[in-house]
């Protein structure tokens, strides 16, 4: 049985930073692609940035371009996502997915995480 478990998330005020974690279990973890999606109230989920298996040439939504950092540990079968720069409109359910090839589409992920909470104060 596959399980993405996500934590970090939390309150934090605008100019901050949060350290999302995505452990997984029940997958070959390092032949996975990794991504990190966020949903707010009432918008559709939208992606944030992904990552290869072996941790090259990661994407980004313009957005976050320059203040969110993905990496992942395969040894230890988590993606984190160094959220820096916080700003109010980051808010939202951030989830960490996993595929079996590198994508940008929500779509294309086979697991999914629970998600975890990020709310940014003005």
């Known amino acids: 049985q596959v399980q993405l478990v996500e934590s970090g998330g939390g309150l934090v005020q605008a100019g901050g930073s949060l350290r999302l974690s995505c452990v997984a279990s029940?997958?070959?973890?390092?032949?996975?692609?990794m991504g990190w999606f966020r949903q707010a109230p009432g918008k559709e989920r939208e992606f944030v940035t992904a990552?290869?298996?072996?941790?090259?040439?990661?994407d980004y939504a313009d957005a976050v371009k320059g203040r969110f950092t993905i990496s992942r540990d395969n040894a230890k079968s988590t993606v984190y996502l160094q959220m820096n720069d916080l700003r109010p409109e980051d808010t939202a359910a951030y989830y960490c997915?996993?595929?079996?090839?590198?994508?940008?589409?929500?779509?294309?992920?086979?697991?999914w995480g629970q998600g975890t909470q990020v709310t940014v104060s003005s």
């Open positions: 029940g997958l070959t973890f390092s032949t996975h692609a």
């Open positions: 997915a996993a595929g079996p090839a590198y994508s940008m589409l929500p779509q294309d992920y086979n697991y």
């Open positions: 990552i290869r298996w072996n941790g090259k040439s990661p």
